[in-house]
């Protein structure tokens, strides 16, 4: 693989490659109003789109702003839906092929084949081997204060600019970052947003394995794991990575990163994580209790969308069992007034990692 990317914009640049790039910005959207009048016209209005990324007049539309509550408080900011498409091309024809190999083995978010619950294995698997080396270790885990709303944009384009040599594609980079008149911060909501904080972070992965020598580190997005022989190596791997970030990355860290024994355990990507087994953490238990509760009111008043509800239930058992939850999995089903319609726990459905 070629160290940077050179010559290959208008190589990628083809209307099939747009077309491609619609089908997946409008995978979970199809039916919204605004791809049904894209569609309307798509042949026309993917033409129109080629020619302004060719000759370089493409700018991106005005952002929408709103707020959503789960899993916390954050205000999103979303693009028309042509730019979208071009978001989409942008990170498949360029990002996952050249710069998404670069990742560490050991980053696991916005990456095909990884997610929570493989960072979450990646992270009790490292536990055990600590355990069966040394009996007693500690756990170092860190987040970014405010990571998405304080990324450096001049730091992340100079990165980027290590990357990509090509100039219409750099073009096409600054627009992305700086588009939003914003002096610091990627807004989330964003496709590109999520695959540039993981660039920006794939620079702290490399300077931990690489310079500070931490053999067992995990990172999905901005919640990183590091785990080492002592309370001393700890504190000093600590000290250390908040320097790297503060002088590097220009970030800081939460006040709630610190270090701790492993007698814990470990609260990473929605678990409590020990080295023989995993519970599901303390907030995921209440907030289905929550949907419970929703869910058998809107029943009684006949207000239920089942299809749904069905999807929702699913999802969470299907998360749920990667813990050792089978009892309270069992407790949020027998509550539920209609759960003959919905799928039973399995006891055997969480297998250890032993």
């Known amino acids: ?19 491609d790039a619609h089908e997946r910005a409008c995978k979970t959207k199809r039916y919204s ?9 798509l042949e026309t209005n993917i033409v129109n789109l080629y020619k302004k990324l060719k000759n370089g007049t493409y700018k991106m539309g005005k952002y929408r702003t709103f707020k959503i509550y789960e899993p916390k408080e954050r205000v999103i900011r979303a693009l028309p839906y042509v730019d979208r498409i071009v978001h989409q091309w942008y990170i498949h024809e360029f990002i996952k092929p050249y710069v998404v190999p670069r ?40 987040d970014i204060k405010g990571f998405f709303y304080n990324i450096d944009k001049d730091i992340l384009y100079n990165i980027l600019k290590r990357f990509i040599r090509d100039d219409k594609l750099l073009a096409l980079t600054y627009e992305f970052i700086y588009n939003d008149g914003e002096e610091v911060g990627l807004p989330i909501g964003n496709y590109t947003s999520q695959f540039f904080a993981n660039i920006y972070m794939n620079e702290l992965d490399h300077y931990v ?13 901005d919640d990183f794991i ?62 289905i209790k929550r949907k419970v509760r929703r869910w058998n009111l809107l029943y009684e008043r006949g207000l239920l969308d089942l299809d749904k509800t069905v999807l929702e239930w699913n999802s969470w058992l ?3 069992s990667h813990g050792k939850c089978y009892k309270l999995q069992m407790n949020m089903y027998n509550k539920i007034l209609f759960k003959e319609y919905l799928k039973k726990p399995q006891e055997d459905a969480y297998g250890r990692i032993l």
């Open 103 to 142: 990742f560490i083995n050991d980053s696991y978010a916005c990456i095909e084949g990884k997610g929570t619950h493989k960072a979450v294995d990646r992270a009790q698997e490292y536990m055990q081997k600590m355990k069966n080396k040394y009996g007693t270790y500690y756990i170092v885990k860190c």
């Open 209 to 221: 394995k690489e310079v500070l020598k931490v053999k067992y580190y995990v990172r999905y997005m």
């Open 33 to 41: 109003r605004e791809v049904l009048k894209f569609e309307i016209d």
């Open 1 to 19: 693989m070629p160290h940077t990317i050179r010559n290959e914009f208008d190589k990628h640049l083809t209307i099939k490659a747009l077309l």
């Open 226 to 287: 590091m785990f080492v022989r002592s309370k001393e190596e700890a504190r000093n791997v600590l000290k250390e990575v908040e320097k790297y970030v503060e002088i590097r990355l220009h970030l800081e860290l939460n006040n709630k990163s610190r270090y701790y024994p492993n007698k814990m355990g470990l609260d990473f990507c929605g678990f409590r994580i020990y080295e023989s087994y995993r519970l599901l953490r303390k907030r995921s238990i209440k907030k």
């Open 318 to 320: 299907g998360h749920s």
